[in-house]
């Protein structure tokens, strides 16, 4: 019975966790990098060489509220994002169906800097949560994919918990390649199995909603003319500077991070990084004199530990040292579904053989654990290399990294229907490793003023080009040294 048991569960782990994993590999790889969005997206507009936020002043908030009017005027729904440790700008940004893009203005001066439009880190952000398939079809398929996950866990756990402690001690990577990728794949998936499951379910639980939505309440249909839509009142006049004092004061500690605009007020809210919990505590003022209206704020202990479970997910109020043990995390998380794929494959193709369902199922590991990273990497090449003056270009970026993939993902597939796997992977990890080391080089180039002006975030992404390419030289070699 207990074998049956296993054996059941071992079909379901099997089966159930590559084809989630398929989708889990893109969403752990995009989202361990989303931890570092803001600072891709500096990274990705060299023009912006401010080192130290500082508070906006007067000037600075009028000149916001003036191209905020100027978008109003033109149809466009415009924000104010407030400088913060991460950034500092003082940003009015508005949402092109997939990015925030905008203005940014130097938060003393009120000046526009001339920062080139990109997609930035928000396409890995993104992507993570909607694999860009929109919010509401993009999302179910997310949600899905993280309970799936969840379910992969459970059995994986009862499947090797009879001999989970021998295989992790006796850990055989020059074992032969079944065994060594089984054992790294196991203790990966141990070490890191509380974040992994922690992730899973708070990223389940803040958007269960779009699975399970709530039954809508009954509504007493009314022959009424709907009333006209209210006109934006001119903003132009308007003062924030007091406003978003008086809203420092009102939101209990919280510092403000964002101001939005409304037809009949303007709302100061609580900026996403100021605790572990995400809120949406406001402070509204009328329009357009500004009048005080009173503070919304949400205490209840259901709505504080959904805002909880927002906060230990995004993780934006993390310090330095936490966000980038979220994102080692995430790249270990990474490996451990990379390494259940190639699992997958191996096994069954050490007893049915070269069949046609086990290549097809080689090039799509290929698309995923090669293609992508080559993606990301030629997404981040193509910021230097797209003109900074040309007109959408946030859409050309996003357009590089979809068609690099696509391309991969092709010769992948060609490949390895063809019996030639063996050669593709060595192809696509090769080329991982030259845009790898290809991004300090190009960075060097383009913005060496910038590179000046910031070294330590021109260090950090350009060490992860760097990183990833040694990996995948590594793996190269190894290729080559095993044969096919």
């Known amino acids: ?197 922690m992730m899973a379910y708070t990223g389940v639980l803040v958007k269960a909603d779009m699975i399970v939505p709530a039954a809508p309440r009954p509504v007493r249909s009314l ?84 805002q909880f479970m927002h906060g230990v997910h995004y993780a934006r109020f993390a310090p330095p040292g936490l966000r980038w043990l979220y994102f080692l995390s995430g790249l270990c998380g990474t490996a451990v579904m990379a390494s259940g794929l190639v699992l997958f494959v191996m096994k069954r193709r050490r007893h049915a053989g070269h069949t046609g369902a086990h290549r097809l199922a080689d090039g799509l590991n290929m698309a995923v654990i090669a293609g992508l990273p080559a993606a990301m990497l030629a997404f981040l090449e193509g910021n230097r290399l797209v003109p900074a003056s040309l007109t959408g270009r946030e859409d050309w970026e996003t357009t590089i990294f979809f068609a690099v993939w696509a391309l991969c993902a092709l010769h992948a597939l060609f490949q390895a229907l063809r019996g030639q796997a063996h050669c593709a992977w060595r192809a696509q990890l090769g080329l991982v490793g030259l845009l790898g080391i290809g991004l300090p080089v190009l960075d060097l180039l383009c913005c060496p003023a910038a590179l000046h002006a910031l070294p330590g975030l021109h260090m950090a992404v350009d060490g992860m080009g760097a990183a990833a390419a040694m990996l995948a030289l590594y793996a190269c070699h190894r290729l080559g040294r095993r044969g096919a």
């Open 1 to 197: 019975m207990r074998e049956t048991l296993r054996t059941r569960l071992g079909w379901l782990h099997g089966w159930l966790g590559y084809g989630a994993g398929l989708v889990l590999t893109c969403i752990f790889a995009t989202g361990s990098v989303a931890v570092f969005n803001m600072e891709i997206t500096r990274w990705m507009q060299p023009e912006v060489q401010l080192t130290t936020p500082v508070p906006p002043g007067a000037a600075a908030l009028d000149a916001a509220t003036r191209l905020v009017a100027a978008g109003q005027a033109r149809g466009v729904s415009a924000f104010i994002a407030l400088p913060s440790v991460r950034s500092s700008t003082l940003d009015v940004l508005h949402y092109n169906g997939h990015e925030f893009v905008g203005a940014q203005l130097d938060p003393a001066t009120g000046e526009v800097i001339p920062a080139r439009v990109t997609a930035g880190g928000g396409l890995f952000y993104n992507f993570h949560h909607t694999l860009f398939l929109g919010p509401q079809a993009g999302t179910v398929i997310v949600n899905i994919a993280g309970m799936a996950l969840l379910v992969a866990i459970i059995s994986g756990v009862v499947i090797h918990l009879h001999a989970l402690l021998p295989d992790i001690i006796l850990l055989r990577l020059s074992a032969a390649r079944l065994r060594a990728w089984l054992d790294a794949h196991l203790l990966a998936g141990v070490l890191f199995l509380p974040f992994m499951v």
């Open 223 to 306: 022959q009424v003319s709907a009333p006209p839509p209210t006109p934006m009142p001119d903003i132009t006049q308007l003062r924030l500077a007091p406003l978003l004092a008086q809203a420092r004061a009102s939101l209990a500690g919280q510092e403000p991070g964002f101001i939005l605009f409304a037809p009949q007020r303007v709302s100061i809210f609580a900026g996403d990084a100021s605790s572990a919990f995400i809120t949406r505590d406001h402070a509204d003022f009328s329009l357009p004199e500004g009048r005080p209206l009173p503070v919304d704020t949400t205490t209840t202990p259901i709505a504080r530990t959904m």
